[in-house]
C-alpha cells in the first residue's frame, strides 16, 4: 500500500532558525512529489519534485528529492512569523490519477 | 478568474440529512477532485473526475456521490450524513490529463461540516 510519512509531526522555532521538514514515501511507480502549504485555509503549492534530483528553491525555502532513499526534505532559512503553517508532502504515482498525502507537519515559529 | 470556489463554507447537519457541497473553478481545469481533512490524518481522496462526464472513487469513497455533468462543477453529495463525516472538505482542479501533478494543484476555501 502506497504511504507518505511525513517528520517532524509539530515543531517550534524561533524568528531566524534554519528547518528541516522530512518527507519519506513507499510508492510504486513513483512520478512526483509535492509540498503544499497550509495556513488557515487552503493548501497552496509550492514545489513539484521529480526523480530528476534537482532541487527546487523559492526564496528562503528549497526541497530535494532523494528518489534512492527514498525521502524528500523542505528546509527553510531565516524563518518569519509568516511561515507558521502545516507543510504537506504528496506523492503521485504513474497511472494512479491521485495524490497521496501525508499527515503534515505543523511548524510554529515564535518572534 | 475567482479560481476555486466552494459554498457553503460552514455547514451542520443532523445524522441521516443528505447535502450537496458545491465546487466550481473557473480555469476551464480538467481535473478536479474533493479531499476531506481530518486531524491527524492529513488529506485524503473522496472522489475525482478527469474531465465532464467521468468520475472515479478514491481512497474514502463510501457515503458520497459525485458528478460532472460539466467541466465547470464538481458537487460532492452526502446522501445519509453520519457524525464519521464530520470534517473539513476540499475541493481541488489542476488542468493536467495525465494526473493531478501534471500541474500544480488549486484547492478551494474547503467547507467545514459537522454532523450531530
Known amino acids: 500500500e502506497d504511504k507518505v510519512v511525513q517528520s517532524p509531526l509539530s515543531l517550534v522555532v524561533h524568528e531566524g532558525d534554519t528547518v528541516t521538514l522530512n518527507c519519506s514515501y513507499e510508492?510504486?511507480?513513483?512520478?512526483?512529489l509535492l509540498w503544499y502549504k497550509q495556513e488557515k485555509k487552503a493548501p497552496t503549492f509550492l514545489f513539484m519534485l521529480t526523480s530528476s534530483g534537482i532541487e527546487k528553491k523559492s526564496g528562503r525555502l528549497s526541497s530535494i528529492l532523494d528518489k534512492k532513499e527514498p525521502f524528500s526534505i523542505l528546509n527553510i532559512t531565516a524563518t518569519q512569523t509568516g511561515d507558521s503553517a502545516i507543510y504537506l508532502c504528496a506523492v503521485e504515482a504513474i497511472g494512479a490519477n491521485n495524490l497521496f498525502f501525508g499527515t503534515g507537519t505543523r511548524l510554529t515559529v515564535i518572534p | 478568474n475567482a479560481g476555486v470556489t466552494q459554498t457553503p463554507k460552514f455547514q451542520v447537519l443532523k445524522t441521516g440529512q443528505s447535502m450537496t457541497l458545491q465546487c466550481a473553478q473557473d480555469m476551464n481545469h480538467e481535473y478536479m477532485s474533493w479531499y476531506r481533512q481530518d486531524p491527524g490524518m492529513g488529506l485524503r481522496l473522496i472522489h475525482y473526475s478527469v474531465g465532464a462526464g467521468i468520475t472515479d472513487q478514491g481512497e474514502v469513497p463510501n457515503g458520497y456521490n459525485v458528478s460532472r455533468s460539466t467541466t465547470e462543477d464538481f458537487p460532492l453529495r452526502l446522501l445519509s450524513a453520519a457524525p464519521s463525516q464530520t470534517s473539513v472538505y476540499f475541493c481541488?482542479?489542476?488542468?493536467?490529463?495525465?494526473?493531478?501533478?501534471?500541474?500544480?494543484?488549486?484547492f478551494g476555501p474547503g467547507t467545514r461540516l459537522t454532523v450531530t
Open positions: 510508492v510504486t511507480n513513483f512520478r512526483s
Open positions: 481541488a482542479s489542476s488542468p493536467g490529463l495525465a494526473g493531478p501533478s501534471s500541474y500544480e494543484q488549486y
